[in-house]
């Protein structure tokens, strides 16, 4: 009799301890769905709050020559670079939020040293285009240093290559010792003021 009282006694405990494993087991699975759950939430409420920009054709940016202390706005479009001093600004993209969400401004810009004549005599931003097609018309003088196959290797990379945002000037600079460089805004270039109506003869 004692024999199958512990028979089912330890019959009982063996369940017992089965159902509380499986029941560990289903805890475990409801919180690992849980712990999926919330962290689905949690990038879908991420996703909302992130910022979205709309993708302009025009950046205003401003310049300063440390030397004299004049700065400059000036506007540049994407594939128009810019001449300022001995820098060459090229815009390659830019991005703006709209009204409704925090301001922020980020444009990709790449910035080289300007290998025209006497550029940096050039106080005002100017079209690149414009400075190469002046600068080609003049001569360099006799006396200046001729440009060798070790100059042009060393000039051959940018000063400075990759996202500027307006929020954050100083998160990613351009390093130069005389001048600096950031982003205000980005915009659209704004349409051509339309020509006045014709009045008819009377």
């Not at 919180?31 to 996703?47: F, V």
């Not at 006497?118 to 440009?147: K, Q």
Request: proline letters at 8%.
């Amino acid at each position: 009799m004692k024999r199958l009282f512990c028979t089912a006694a330890i019959a009982a405990l063996t369940l017992s301890g089965a159902a509380a494993q499986e029941e560990t087991t289903f805890d475990e699975t409801a919180t690992d769905a849980m712990t999926a759950e919330d962290e689905a939430l949690e990038e879908e409420e991420e996703a909302s709050n992130a910022p979205t920009y709309s993708q302009e054709r025009m950046a205003t940016l401003r310049a300063l020559d440390k030397i004299t202390g004049r700065s400059a706005d000036f506007e540049i479009e994407v594939g128009e670079p810019i001449v300022f001093g001995v820098l060459e600004i090229d815009l390659k993209v830019c991005f703006q939020t709209p009204p409704e969400e925090p301001p922020e401004s980020a444009a990709f810009l790449q910035i080289e040293e300007a290998d025209y004549v006497e550029t940096n005599t050039l106080t005002e931003p100017r079209l690149a285009s414009e400075v190469r097609a002046e600068m080609s018309d003049v001569e360099a003088p006799a006396d200046a240093p001729a440009v060798t196959e070790a100059d042009e290797e060393e000039e051959a990379g940018p000063l400075f290559s990759g996202w500027m945002f307006a929020s954050t000037p100083g998160l990613s600079a351009l390093e130069h010792p005389v001048y600096d460089v950031w982003v205000i805004r980005c915009k659209q270039p704004s349409p051509e003021s339309l020509s006045s109506p014709v009045v008819p003869d009377e």
